[in-house]
């Protein structure tokens, strides 16, 4: 088994036992990066001599004996729309595409305190807006599994980087699942924390009310690792709570007794490939198989209603927090001569790309006057009504099981000219940010043609120690976590 093969957790035991230094690690995973990008395309910039400077720090600490990480030596890779101080910050779009940040994003800093090492900066869908990673304005980040195919988004970098043994961890940001879809679709792990778990503090902002930063991994443990890192209150992000974190990976394996599962069957009806279903209900014979409790819960407006509620908020939000990218306070400026009205137009239309602008449209619509109490209003409502669907359904089970995504993998360029087939690509993610709880997607089989599928577990806000101990227990009686794509 090369380096590259090997988890997070493996390369710490291995620095640990001296058999491995962080300078080898980090050599290993950087060549690997330019044997695989060409056909991933899931950076779009690595710092090869900084990765090396940090891991040769790290090394350093330790043959001095002076107290390291808990990410020490480890590779991580992150999404672009986090900021990484003196390192551009572009979010995959025109409009910052110079952008060099002068501070670094709250997870950032707690990276860098656990001694981990930046790799590289990782594709997304322009300003996080997107389900495929095609809507990048520099390139179209692929599937390793195959390459004619989307590897999920809008944190496809940060997905297609891990599935393709180009890190061994990586964040990327969820506001409708565009963390959890596109673990389901490169068969690896994803986590979106509860709302509040973790400070957003120097993440661009999509949607306030909705973001999330949160961990990719091949593994439960490494995920859960990770995450331990990442979580905790931070007084710059209002909206932080100031809850401990669990150590999670100490009760990882101590299997959840008497563990009642909701199954709400509204997700198991139209829309749903047959293979997905095949395959999320096998796990859930699994869970069966080792005590667990399967309990219908009825989640009629999540179900019916979260992509047309989602697509109004997330869509105001974005209108609101894009408004300052404008060609004179932030952003990209034109290089037309015109008054401040034309300067404003062009920069933004040569800027934004063709989903950003769509989104910002539908959310100005949203917002205008007449239609407010309409649409924004109304949506606000109904949001509130998932919340307390979620609630209610959490008192008849522990966690809630679904499929993540209603099908594998589909071909790059199948669903661009078709916003809403496209938005649907979240039906089963989008209701868990709207009620601010925690999800995971974790590995639960392949379909006939070798593209992976994702189950996804969701547990009542700051339960993601219950949702860890639930994942691992299907985890540790499957391979499918185990298996590597065809590179």
């Not at 239309?349 to 989104?359: A, D, H, S």
């Not at 590995?443 to 992976?452: A, E, V």
Request: charged letters at 20%.
């Amino acid at each position: 088994m090369t380096i590259t093969d090997r988890t997070a957790s493996e390369l710490l035991a291995l620095q640990a036992a001296g058999d491995v230094s962080a300078r080898a690690i980090t050599d290993a995973f950087l060549a690997v990066i330019r044997e695989r990008e060409p056909t991933v395309q899931a950076f779009v910039q690595v710092d090869e001599a900084a990765a090396r400077q940090q891991a040769e720090a790290v090394d350093a600490k330790r043959r001095a004996g002076a107290p390291l990480g808990p990410l020490a030596g480890v590779p991580v890779a992150v999404k672009d729309v986090l900021c990484t101080r003196g390192v551009r910050t572009t979010c995959s779009s025109r409009m910052l595409a110079d952008y060099v940040p002068p501070y670094d994003a709250h997870v950032i800093e707690r990276l860098r305190a656990a001694d981990a090492v930046l790799i590289g900066k990782t594709n997304l869908d322009e300003f996080a807006m997107g389900s495929s990673t095609e809507n990048s304005a520099f390139q179209v980040t692929r599937n390793p599994w195959d390459s004619t195919r989307i590897p999920g988004g809008s944190s496809g970098g940060s997905a297609a980087a891990v599935a393709a043994r180009e890190a061994p961890l990586s964040l990327g940001t969820d506001t409708g699942g565009s963390i959890r879809q596109p673990a389901s679709h490169c068969g690896i792990v994803g986590v979106k924390p509860t709302y509040g778990r973790v400070s957003r503090y120097g993440l661009v902002a999509f949607a306030n009310s909705l973001d999330q930063i949160g961990p990719f991994a091949r593994t439960v443990t490494d995920a859960a690792r990770l995450l331990a890192v990442i979580a905790g209150h931070d007084a710059r992000d209002s909206t932080s709570v100031d809850q401990s974190v669990p150590a999670y990976t100490q009760s990882l394996d101590q299997p959840l007794q008497n563990l009642r599962i909701g199954i709400p069957q509204e997700f198991l009806k139209t829309g749903l490939d047959a293979e997905v279903e095949a395959a999320v209900r096998a796990a859930l014979r699994e869970y069966q198989a080792q005590g667990a409790t399967l309990v219908d819960v009825t989640l009629p407006h999540a179900a019916h209603h979260a992509i047309a509620v989602y697509y109004i908020v997330a869509t105001a939000e974005a209108s609101s927090n894009l408004a300052r990218y404008d060609g004179m306070h932030f952003g990209h400026r034109t290089a037309d001569k015109g008054d401040l009205i034309a300067t404003m137009s062009r920069s933004r239309t040569e800027g934004f790309g063709p989903e950003v602008q769509r989104r910002i449209m539908l959310g100005t619509y949203a917002l205008s006057s007449g239609y407010y109490d309409a649409y924004y209003l109304q949506a606000m409502k109904v949001r509130r009504l998932i919340a307390e669907e979620f609630a209610t359904a959490f008192t008849q089970c522990d966690i809630i099981a679904s499929p993540t995504s209603p099908t594998a993998a589909f071909p790059i360029g199948e669903k661009t000219a078709d916003p809403l087939t496209m938005y649907l690509s979240d039906i089963y993610t989008i209701s868990a940010n709207l009620a601010g709880i925690p999800g995971v997607s974790l590995p639960c089989g392949f379909t006939s043609n070798g593209l992976p599928i994702g189950l996804q577990l969701l547990a009542p806000p700051f339960a993601e120690e219950r949702l860890f101990r639930s994942a691992r227990m299907y985890e540790a009686a499957t391979d499918w976590h185990t298996r590597r794509p065809p590179l």
